[in-house]
């Protein structure tokens, strides 16, 4: 399966720290893009990678791609507990069309 | 205000019974897509659409069944077939499916079937 793994499955700070969490994936991919989940919501859309990027930043958030480790990482700073969610790596293959995505890391942040 | 609506939020049904979870778009949005989601787990694709009247399976299609008549619409029937159909499902579009675009998704629709 091209599914996706994050590491760690579940994760907990306090406010103010850095969360980071890792997607590892077995095929070639377009790009990654990860989502954010609040419990019982539809996913919501953070940031997206293409195969040839190394790095993107979108405010608090830094995501990373090593397509040679197959491997991605997705940082965010001075987490706030609004930032409390379950975050997905999503993978699009190299053959288009289909995103393939990860089990997800549960992020809880404490106030 | 645009976006995906999924209906109804919470669906009961029982067992061999047939039912339709509803997905609307007014995006203008040529792919749809429909995932499932177990607790706990990631999203499955189940069916997508790239364009109107065409729709293709996805991983776990088994015992579901979708149609694209307008672009704004891509309903899915969970058929007394699908041996497992209690999950939360969710739609989602984009733009185009040729290129890297990212999902929208809507609200959900969690199934319970007893």
């Known amino acids: 399966s091209q599914q996706g793994e994050e590491d760690p499955q579940a994760l907990s700070i306090q406010e103010g720290e850095n969360a980071t969490m890792n997607c590892s994936y077995k095929t070639s991919i377009n790009n990654l893009q990860w989502y954010r989940q609040n419990s019982g919501r539809g996913l919501v859309h953070l940031i997206l990678i293409r195969s040839n990027e190394r790095e993107k930043h979108s405010g608090r958030l830094r995501v990373t791609l090593d397509t040679s480790k197959k491997s991605s990482s997705l940082l965010i700073t001075a987490s706030r507990a609004a930032d409390t969610a379950s975050y997905f790596c999503a993978t699009e293959l190299d053959t288009g069309n289909q995103f393939y995505f990860g089990t997800g890391t549960s992020l809880t942040v404490i106030p | 205000d645009g976006g995906i609506t999924q209906s109804p939020k919470y669906l009961f049904r029982k067992e061999g019974q047939n039912v339709t979870l509803s997905c609307e778009q007014n995006l203008n949005h040529d792919a749809m897509y429909w995932y499932r989601q177990d607790p706990g787990q990631g999203l499955r694709l189940i069916y997508y659409s790239q364009i109107v009247n065409d729709f293709q399976k996805g991983d776990i299609a088994e015992g579901y069944s979708v149609s694209r008549e307008k672009k704004e619409s891509f309903p899915l029937t969970v058929t007394s077939a699908q041996k497992n159909p209690t999950a939360f499902y969710l739609c989602?579009?984009?733009?185009?499916?040729?290129?890297?675009?990212?999902?929208?998704f809507g609200p959900g629709t969690r199934l319970t079937v007893t």
């Open positions: 989602a579009s984009s733009i185009s499916p040729e290129s890297s675009y990212e999902q929208y």
